[in-house]
């Protein structure tokens, strides 16, 4: 079964950085992009930014780039969120999907989510 | 960036009702568009792409249909489980975009 799942929910303050996770199994993580999607409460999706974990290709929405850092680590099957200065705007639940496998640019299956909570 | 413009924003439906939502790409996406549902408090799921083509295990009652700046998901008859939030989004371009959502709610 292709799964992804993601690392537990995470309370910071601002400032502080932080570090998420999306660990891909059941299918050549390699070989698939991997996509973030914000959700902040209430609202709809947004994308982030993409990653090929093959040869690390990484595209960022503008809306995103700078703001956040986008990684793999192929040898664990593991995509990375990062944020180095978090800010109470960041709070949202933060979501990464893999690519799609008949059509490029579609995302199936996606993780459970992740809610990040910025908050002095 | 393409803008996707969802209608409405929300609808009151009945189980067994048949319903439409629009989805307005800001150009020509050629098809390029992707339909999801979501739960509350569950991820999205794909359900349709290309527009019109069922994505596996989802149900026959959905489907799509349009073309170049215009398209919709359809329920044919709605059942307990659909009512849910759904989004579509643009791949024709690959700074991708989602609609705003629909909220699909029981009358």
């Known amino acids: 079964e292709v799964q992804l799942v993601q690392s537990g929910a995470e309370v910071k303050k601002p400032g502080e950085s932080l570090k998420i996770s999306c660990k891909g199994s059941g299918y050549s993580f390699t070989s698939y992009w991997i996509g973030w999607v914000r959700q902040m409460p209430g609202k709809g999706l947004e994308w982030m930014g993409i990653i090929y974990p093959g040869d690390s290709d990484t595209r960022y929405s503008p809306s995103f780039q700078g703001q956040v850092t986008i990684s793999a680590d192929k040898s664990i099957s593991t995509a990375y969120l990062q944020w180095s200065s978090l800010k109470a705007s960041d709070t949202a639940m933060y979501y990464c999907a893999r690519g799609g496998t008949a059509v490029a640019g579609t995302w199936s299956p996606w993780g459970q989510g992740t809610l990040v909570t910025v908050s002095s | 960036d393409i803008q996707m413009t969802q209608s409405p924003s929300s609808l009151s439906a009945s189980v067994g009702d048949r319903v439409t939502i629009t989805c307005r790409a800001s150009?020509?996406?050629?098809?390029?568009l992707a339909w999801y549902q979501q739960k509350p408090g569950k991820a999205p799921k794909l359900l349709l792409y290309a527009a019109s083509r069922l994505e596996s295990g989802v149900p026959s009652r959905f489907s799509g249909s349009g073309s170049g700046t215009d398209y919709t998901l359809t329920i044919s008859s709605l059942q307990p489980e659909d009512f849910a939030t759904y989004y579509c989004q643009q791949y024709y371009s690959t700074l991708y975009t989602f609609g705003q959502g629909t909220k699909l709610e029981i009358k």
């Open positions: 150009q020509g996406i050629s098809n390029s």
